[in-house]
C-alpha cells in the first residue's frame, strides 16, 4: 500500500519536521517574503521620488522652457547646471523650488553668461513676409518653422543675418501662437529684441485690435515685455501721414493732393533742431486723394513735439495716431497743449507715455591681454561710437570687438559722457566692467593697492549714486 502523502509546496525535498518545527520554517519563510515585497516597494518609491520632483520642477518651469533641461535631481536635491543668460526673475523662480513638497534643497549652480541681443523684425504686408535683422543660427530656423505654421503658402522674404554669438530669444517658444493672433490684422510689422516687443498693426475694425492686444502676450516668458501701437485703417481716399522720429533722425511721408499744404510740411521739416540733424521728407501728390482741411495746420505743431522720444504720428480712421514717450507730466502737457492751440485736439489721438527713467543704458567691457569685448544696450549710435573710439585709443589690445545693440525706449545715461576719464586707470591685466541699473560690477586684478585705490575712485567719480560692487584682487607684481 502507498504510505502516507509526502510534503508539498515550499517544504517539498525537505525531511518531514515535528509539527512546531514546521510552523516556524513556515514563518520564517513568510517573513521572506514580506520583506522582499516591502524592500521591493521602498525601492520603487524611492526610485520615483526623484522623478516626480523632477517633472514637478520642470513644470514650474514652464514658462522659462529654455531653463527645464538644465534642472536635475538627486535623490530629493535639486540642481540646475549649465551656461544662462540673464533673466529677470530667474533667482526668484529658482528660489520657488525649494517650495515642492519632498524637496530637500535647491542648488543653483547655473553659470550666467550675457550675450548680445538679438534683433528681429517680421512684417505682414500685401500677402507677404518679410524677416530683417540678427539671429543664431538654430533661431532662425525655428523662427523659419514658426511663421510657416501661420503662413504655409506665403513667400517669404529672408534678410536675416545668421550670427552664432547672439542671446537667444525669451519670446521664440510662443512666436507661433502670437502670428496667429496678429494675422488678424490687415498689416502689421513686429519688432522683437530677446526680452522686448513691439508690433505696429492696422485692422479696419476696432474690436479686432482689442482682441490682439489681449490674445498675443498669452503664455509669453514674465521676463518679456510686449508693447503696441495699434490703430484703424485709414479713411479710404482721404490723405495719409507718417512722422516717425527715433535715434536714427526723423523721417515724413505724405500722400495728399494739397499743394500748399505738402509746401509747409517740407518747410517744417527743414533744419529740426528738435530732432537732430538728419530729417527728410517725402511727398506724394496725388490728385485722387481728398485732404483734410486740419491737414494744413499740421505743419505748425511738427516742431512744437521735441519733447517726444521714439515719436511716431501716423494716419488712422479719419485722423492721426501719436505714439511715444515723454520724460515727465509737464512735457506730456505742453504737447497736449500744442495740439489743442494747433486745432488737432479732436483729430489727433494721443498715446503718449510718461516714462520718466526710462531703461537705462548697460554697457559690459570685458578684456584680456589681446582684445576687449564691449556688450550692452545704448541709446544711439553717438554713444556708441563715443565708447568705441574711446577704448580703440586707450587700450593697449590688438582688437576691441563691438557687441553693443541700439534699442529704442533706452535713455540716455550721464555717464557715457564720463567715460573717456576712466582709461588712464584701466589695469593692462585682464579685467570686467559692467554697469547696469542702479549697480556697477568691477572684477580683474590690480598690480598694487594704489592702482586699486585710482580705479575705484575713478568709478565712483564716473558713476555717482551708482551701488558700486568691488571684485577686484590685488596681485603685486614679481
Request: a negative charge; hydrophobic letters at 45%.
Amino acid at each position: 500500500m502507498p504510505g502516507p502523502p509526502g510534503p508539498r509546496g515550499i517544504t517539498a525535498g525537505f525531511p518531514e519536521l515535528p509539527p512546531r518545527q514546521a510552523m516556524l520554517r513556515m514563518i520564517y519563510w513568510g517573513t521572506f517574503v514580506l520583506a522582499t515585497v516591502l524592500v521591493c516597494l521602498t525601492s520603487w518609491y524611492i526610485q520615483r521620488i526623484p522623478a516626480e520632483l523632477l517633472a514637478e520642477a520642470r513644470e514650474r518651469l514652464s514658462h522659462h522652457s529654455w531653463l527645464q533641461p538644465l534642472v536635475f535631481v538627486d535623490g530629493r536635491d535639486l540642481a540646475l547646471r549649465g551656461a544662462v543668460e540673464p533673466g529677470a526673475g530667474l533667482d526668484r523662480d529658482i528660489g520657488r523650488l525649494g517650495a515642492i513638497p519632498g524637496v530637500r534643497t535647491v542648488s543653483n549652480q547655473l553659470e550666467v553668461v550675457p550675450r548680445p541681443a538679438p534683433r528681429f523684425i517680421l512684417s505682414w504686408r500685401d500677402g507677404r513676409v518679410g524677416l530683417e535683422g540678427g539671429l543664431a543660427g538654430n533661431d532662425l530656423d525655428q523662427v523659419v518653422a514658426g511663421v510657416r505654421q501661420v503662413f504655409p503658402e506665403t513667400a517669404i522674404q529672408d534678410r536675416i543675418r545668421i550670427d552664432d554669438r547672439l542671446g537667444h530669444p525669451l519670446w521664440l517658444d510662443r512666436l507661433a501662437p502670437m502670428l496667429r493672433s496678429l494675422a488678424t490684422l490687415e498689416t502689421f510689422t513686429l519688432y522683437a529684441w530677446r526680452d522686448r516687443i513691439l508690433v505696429d498693426g492696422v485692422s479696419d475694425t476696432a474690436a479686432r485690435l482689442e482682441d490682439v492686444r489681449y490674445r498675443a502676450p498669452a503664455g509669453l516668458d514674465p521676463s518679456v515685455i510686449m508693447s503696441f501701437r495699434l490703430r484703424p485703417a485709414p479713411a479710404p481716399g482721404q490723405a495719409t501721414l507718417s512722422l516717425v522720429s527715433g535715434w536714427n533722425g526723423t523721417s515724413l511721408a505724405v500722400s495728399l493732393d494739397d499743394g500748399d499744404a505738402a509746401q509747409a510740411l517740407e518747410h517744417a521739416m527743414e533744419g529740426l533742431e528738435a530732432f537732430g540733424d538728419h530729417a527728410a521728407a517725402v511727398v506724394n501728390l496725388d490728385p485722387e486723394l481728398k485732404t483734410p482741411p486740419w491737414f494744413g495746420r499740421i505743419a505748425g505743431v511738427i516742431p512744437l513735439l521735441g519733447e517726444v522720444h521714439d515719436l511716431r504720428m501716423v494716419s488712422g480712421g479719419r485722423g492721426l495716431w501719436l505714439w511715444g514717450r515723454v520724460d515727465h507730466g509737464s512735457a506730456l502737457g505742453r504737447t497736449l497743449a500744442a495740439l489743442e492751440a494747433a486745432g488737432l485736439g479732436d483729430v489727433v489721438v494721443p498715446r503718449l507715455e510718461v516714462d520718466p527713467a526710462g531703461r537705462p543704458a548697460e554697457v559690459s567691457l570685458f578684456r584680456d591681454r589681446h582684445r576687449a569685448v564691449l556688450n550692452g544696450r545704448l541709446p544711439n549710435p553717438a554713444s556708441r561710437a563715443l565708447l568705441l573710439d574711446t577704448l580703440r585709443k586707450g587700450l593697449n589690445v590688438a582688437a576691441v570687438e563691438d557687441f553693443i545693440t541700439l534699442e529704442p525706449g533706452i535713455s540716455y545715461s550721464p555717464w557715457l559722457e564720463r567715460w573717456p576719464a576712466l582709461l588712464p586707470v584701466l589695469p593692462d591685466s585682464p579685467f570686467g566692467l559692467t554697469v547696469s541699473g542702479e549697480r556697477a560690477l568691477v572684477s580683474g586684478h590690480v598690480s598694487s593697492g594704489a592702482d586699486h585705490e585710482a580705479l575705484i575712485r575713478a568709478l565712483q567719480s564716473m558713476l555717482p549714486g551708482k551701488t558700486l560692487v568691488d571684485w577686484l584682487t590685488v596681485t603685486a607684481e614679481d
